[in-house]
C-alpha cells in the first residue's frame, strides 16, 4: 500500500489501475469511482491504519482496454500503474511504475476512437492576464501522429481560437494553470504545470521531438504563441505516454490564407459534416463518403472542411478526379485492393507507443503485401497529382519480410499468451520448444509407465499452478501405491503423489516454457521496436493510399450521382447551370428541380430572393454555397455546367437556432451570427443569409434585414456575393436604388384554394408569401385558417388605404398607425346603416327588410 500511495501521489488527477497479479486493482477514492462508472463489485482489501477495510474493486489485466475505454468515455484520466519485473525476478515486493496515463485526448484504442474521424488532443496557449497578445494553438491526434499548429493575434483573436476548437472538436484540451477556459469549449479541459509553456523550453522540446536544430523551416519563429502551446503538448505526451512517439515527426503551421475558412456556425448550417439531428446521417460528408479505408475517411473530411484556396492545387485534384472518374475499370481495381488495406496510421501509432500486439503487427504486414499491386494499377494515370501520390508509395519490403517471417499466420491478441512467433527464427527458442515438447511426451509416457508398474488403471498425471505435476490416485486404490510415492494433498476422492522422477520432468518443462514466454516476448518487443523506428516511412505511405482513396471515392460519386468537373478560377464570376442540392435530391420522392445561379460583383452581387415557404428558398441557398465548397475541396458538383470563383470565406446563416445554456434567445443568436458576417466577410467572400430579422417585432425585424442586405451591396470595401432570402417583400425595393442588387423569386402557382410549388428559381419580384395556403397544408384547423383569411383581407384593405406599404428606398410616406388585427374598421356601409336606423320607430316587416339589406351589403 506504501508503493500505491506513492503512485497515487505522482497522479492525484487520474483514477490509478495498480497491476496486482492478474488484476488491476482499485483502492479507497478511485474504487469508490470506478465501482460505480464501471458497474464493478465493491469490496475491501486488508485494513488500513485504522483497522477499516480498504475499499478496493478491480478488473481482468486481459480485458482492461474495454474498461479504460468507458472510463475515459466519461472524461476520466487513469494511470496505468504496471509490474515492470517478474516475481520470479523480484526481491521483496514487485516493482511497480507507471507506464502511460490514458486519457481522452490519448487512448488510441479502436474501440474508443471513431475509425473515420480524427481524435486531436489539443493545447492552449494565451497572452498573460490583462495583457494583450496572440492567442496559439496545437492539436495532435494521437492514433494517427498528424500534428500541427496555429496563431491567432489581434482583437478577434480568441474568437477565432474558439471557433478553430469548435471545429476540430479535440477529445482534450490542454491549458495552463491560470488561463481562463470558457465552459463552451469542447472536451476535456486538462491543467497543466504553466512552465511546460515557457518558451525555450517549448522550443528545446519541438526541436528534440522534430529533430532538427531550427525551427524556422516550419515558420515558429514568427509565430511564438503557436511554438508554445506546440512543446508544451509534445512534453505532456512525453510524460504520460512514456515513449519518443516515433510516429510524431511531420508537423504543419496552419495558415489562414491556405485554405477556405468556414466557421463553426455555417458547417453547422450547412450540415457539411453533421446532419439535422447532429449525427453523421443526413450530412454532406455521409452523402459523398464512398471511400473504403478508414484513412480515406478521415482525409475526405479534412478536405471538406478545410476546402482549398490555392487554384493550382483545386486543380491538380480535379484532375486526378477527373482521371478516376473516366477509367471506371481502373478505378475499380484500385478500390478493390483499398478494400485489403488496414488503418495504417492507427497501426503505425499503436506499434511507435508500444500498446501493439501481434495481430496490428500481421494487420500490418497484410496491408503492406497489397502495396506493390497498388503502385503497378496506379502506374497507368496520367494526372499530375496520382502520379506524384503513386510515387509515394513506399513498398517497405524490408518492414513486410520481417513482419512475414518472424509472427505466426494466426497469432494470439496479446504476445504474453504465448506462440507468437514462428519456428525457425531464434535458435535458442527453437531448442527451448524441443525441451518443452520433449518433456511433456516424456511426463505422457511416466504416466503409462506407471499405471503399468502399479496397475492402477485409473492412475494420472496432472497439473496445477500451486503443486505443479502430480499424480492423482482414487481411494480404492490407494493400497496399491508404491513406497516411493511422496504424498502431497488429500482429496474427497483420493490423493495426489509425487515422485522424483516426476519433479525432475516437471523443472525441465516448466523451466523451458517460463524461458519460452520470456523469450517469445523479448523476439516480439524487438520486432515491434525495430517496426516502430520505420514510422515515418510507413505514414507516408499511408498518407499517400489515404489520398488515392478520397480521390478514387470522389470520382465513384461523382460517376454515380451525375455531378460534373467544375470550372474554377480566380475572378468574381459564379455561374451554375442546373445545379442541385447533394444532400436532398438523394432523399425526396419526387424528381429534384434543378436551378441556375449567378453570381459577381458587378450587376448580380446580391441577390433578393423572395416566395413562398415550403417553396425552396433555403434548400437553394444552401445548395449554393455546397457547390462552392464542394469544387474549392477538389470534387466534382450537383450541377450540368458550373463556373466557380474562388471564394475566401463561405457564411451561411440559415434556419434559426438558439442557445438556451447561455441564455441567448432565436434572436439574439441570430444577430450575434449576423454581426460575426458583417465583420469578417470580404469581396471574396460568399454569403448566404434566410430570413434574417424575423426574430422581433415586423418594422423592427424589416429594417434590421433592409439595412444588412444595403450594407452588404454598397460597402466601398467589402462587397461579397451574396443570396438574401427574405419574406419583406419590400426589400424587393433594394434593386431600384442600390447598384448590384438583383430580384428573384420561388416559383409557385395557385389553383383554386391551393397552391403549387414550382421550385424554380425565376428573376423577379414575389408579392405574396402564401403562407395561408401553406398553413392549410400542414393541416390546420378549417375555421383557424378561414379566419387568417378573413384578418388577411382586412389587413391588405386598411394598409391600401393608408398608403400602401412603408417606402424605404423612395420618397417618406405619411406614418401609419397600427393596424388593428381583432377590431372592425371605424367605417363601413353596413355599420353606417345600423347607425342611422332608428329601431323605435322600424315596423316588424321593415325591420326584415333592413336584415336583408344589410345581409347584401356585408356580402359585398
Not at 522540446?205 to 512543446?231: E, I
Not at 458550373?642 to 445554456?661: H, L, T
Request: negative net charge; glycine residues 8%; contains cysteine.
Amino acid at each position: 500500500m506504501r508503493q500505491y500511495f506513492d503512485v497515487k501521489r505522482q497522479h492525484r488527477d487520474a483514477i490509478v489501475f495498480f497491476r496486482m497479479g492478474d488484476f488491476y486493482e482499485m483502492f479507497y477514492e478511485d474504487a469508490l469511482t470506478a465501482s460505480r462508472v464501471l458497474e464493478l463489485t465493491l469490496t475491501s482489501r486488508a485494513k488500513d491504519t485504522n483497522g477499516a477495510g480498504i475499499p478496493m474493486c478491480g478488473v481482468p489485466f486481459h480485458a482492461v482496454d474495454t474498461y479504460l475505454a468507458r472510463l475515459v468515455r466519461k472524461g476520466y484520466r487513469v494511470a496505468i500503474c504496471d509490474q515492470v519485473e517478474s516475481a520470479s525476478q523480484a526481491k521483496g515486493i514487485v516493482k511497480r511504475e507507471v507506464t502511460r496515463v490514458v486519457s481522452p485526448g490519448t487512448l488510441t484504442d479502436a474501440a474508443y476512437l471513431d475509425a473515420r474521424e480524427s481524435a486531436f488532443l489539443a493545447s492552449v496557449s494565451g497572452p498573460a492576464a490583462g495583457k494583450s497578445g496572440a492567442w496559439g494553438l496545437a492539436f495532435l491526434d494521437v492514433s494517427t501522429g498528424q500534428f500541427a499548429a496555429a496563431e491567432f493575434p489581434g482583437p478577434q483573436g480568441f474568437s477565432a481560437l474558439a471557433a478553430e476548437l469548435a471545429v476540430l472538436s479535440p477529445k482534450e484540451i490542454l491549458a495552463p494553470e491560470g488561463l481562463e477556459t470558457p465552459a463552451t469549449w469542447p472536451g476535456r479541459v486538462t491543467r497543466v504545470d504553466a512552465w511546460a509553456f515557457e518558451p525555450m523550453r517549448a522550443r528545446e522540446t519541438l526541436c528534440a521531438q522534430l529533430r532538427v536544430a531550427s525551427l524556422a523551416g516550419f515558420g515558429l519563429d514568427a509565430a511564438p504563441a503557436a511554438m508554445t502551446a506546440a512543446g508544451a503538448l509534445v512534453s505532456h505526451l512525453r510524460d504520460t505516454q512514456r515513449s519518443e512517439l516515433t510516429h510524431v515527426r511531420d508537423f504543419t503551421l496552419r495558415v489562414a490564407a491556405d485554405a477556405l475558412l468556414i466557421d463553426p456556425v455555417t458547417l453547422r448550417h450547412l450540415n457539411v459534416v453533421e446532419g439535422v439531428e447532429g449525427g453523421r446521417a443526413g450530412s454532406l460528408l455521409d452523402e459523398i463518403d464512398r471511400t473504403v479505408t478508414a484513412m480515406g475517411g478521415r482525409l475526405l473530411r479534412q478536405w471538406l472542411v478545410r476546402p482549398l484556396v490555392s487554384l493550382e492545387r483545386i486543380q491538380d485534384r480535379l484532375d486526378a478526379v477527373e482521371d478516376f472518374a473516366f477509367r471506371t475499370t481502373e478505378r475499380g481495381k484500385v478500390r478493390d485492393a483499398l478494400k485489403g488495406v488496414h488503418d495504417l496510421e492507427r497501426l503505425t501509432a499503436r506499434i511507435a507507443l508500444r500498446t501493439a500486439g501481434p495481430r496490428d503487427l500481421l494487420s500490418l504486414g497484410q496491408s503492406l503485401a497489397l502495396l506493390p499491386r497498388l503502385r503497378g494499377l496506379g502506374a497507368s494515370f496520367r494526372a499530375p497529382l496520382l502520379a506524384s501520390v503513386v510515387a509515394e508509395l513506399d513498398e517497405l519490403p524490408d518492414i513486410r519480410e520481417a513482419i512475414d517471417t518472424t509472427i505466426v499466420d494466426d497469432p494470439p491478441v496479446q504476445p504474453r499468451d504465448g506462440r507468437v512467433v514462428r519456428d525457425g527464427v531464434d535458435a535458442d527458442l527453437d531448442d527451448l520448444r524441443r525441451i518443452s515438447h520433449g518433456g511433456k511426451a516424456a511426463i505422457a509416457a511416466l504416466e503409462d509407465a506407471e499405471r503399468a508398474r502399479t496397475g492402477i488403471g485409473s492412475l494420472k498425471v496432472r497439473y496445477n499452478r500451486v503443486f505443479g505435476y502430480y499424480i492423482e490416485v482414487s481411494k480404492p486404490n490407494l493400497p496399491a501405491v508404491p513406497s516411493d510415492y511422496i504424498r502431497k494433498q488429500t482429496i474427497a476422492g483420493g490423493e495426489r503423489f509425487i515422485t522424483p522422477a516426476l519433479k525432475e520432468f516437471e523443472d525441465r518443462v516448466l523451466g523451458a516454457d517460463e524461458r519460452i514466454a520470456t523469450r517469445e516476448l523479448e523476439i516480439f518487443e524487438a520486432l515491434r521496436a525495430r517496426v516502430a523506428a520505420e514510422a515515418p516511412r510507413i505514414l507516408d505511405t499511408a498518407r499517400a493510399v489515404a489520398t488515392l482513396d478520397a480521390l478514387a471515392a470522389l470520382a465513384d460519386a461523382a460517376s454515380a450521382f451525375g455531378y460534373t468537373k467544375p470550372q474554377v478560377h480566380d475572378g468574381d464570376e459564379f455561374v451554375a447551370t442546373d445545379a442541385r442540392h447533394p444532400i436532398v435530391e438523394r432523399h425526396v420522392n419526387a424528381a429534384f428541380v434543378p436551378n441556375d445561379v449567378h453570381l459577381d460583383s458587378g450587376a448580380s452581387q446580391l441577390v433578393v430572393l423572395t416566395g413562398p415557404n415550403m417553396g425552396g428558398k433555403s434548400t437553394y441557398l444552401r445548395q449554393v454555397a455546397l457547390l462552392a465548397l464542394l469544387a474549392q475541396a477538389g470534387s466534382f458538383v450537383p450541377a450540368q455546367r458550373a463556373k466557380v470563383a474562388i471564394a475566401d470565406r463561405i457564411f451561411a446563416r440559415v434556419g434559426a437556432s438558439d442557445n438556451i445554456a447561455r441564455g441567448a434567445s432565436t434572436f439574439m443568436v441570430e444577430m450575434q451570427e449576423t454581426a460575426a458576417i458583417l465583420h469578417a466577410a470580404t469581396s471574396r467572400s460568399l454569403v448566404i443569409l434566410d430570413e434574417i430579422g424575423r426574430g422581433t417585432a415586423t418594422f423592427d425585424g424589416l429594417s434590421l434585414a433592409w439595412a444588412v442586405a444595403e450594407h452588404l451591396a454598397s460597402h466601398p470595401d467589402r462587397r461579397p456575393k451574396t443570396i438574401f432570402a427574405t419574406h419583406y417583400h419590400e426589400l424587393t425595393d433594394l434593386a431600384d436604388s442600390v447598384p448590384g442588387v438583383v430580384n428573384f423569386h420561388v416559383g409557385a402557382r395557385e389553383f383554386k384554394d391551393d397552391i403549387v410549388f414550382l421550385h424554380k428559381i425565376v428573376p423577379g419580384r414575389s408579392d405574396r408569401s402564401y403562407g395561408i395556403q401553406v398553413a392549410r397544408l400542414a393541416g390546420l384547423p378549417p375555421a383557424v385558417v378561414r379566419r387568417a383569411a378573413e384578418i388577411l383581407k382586412a389587413l391588405e384593405q386598411d394598409e391600401l388605404e393608408r398608403g400602401g406599404r412603408p417606402s424605404l428606398s423612395g420618397a417618406p410616406r405619411a406614418p401609419q398607425q397600427q393596424l388593428g388585427l381583432f377590431q372592425p374598421p371605424e367605417t363601413h356601409p353596413v355599420i353606417d346603416a345600423l347607425r342611422a336606423a332608428d329601431i323605435d320607430r322600424l315596423s316588424p316587416l321593415e325591420a326584415l327588410n333592413l336584415v336583408a339589406e344589410l345581409k347584401r351589403k356585408a356580402d359585398e
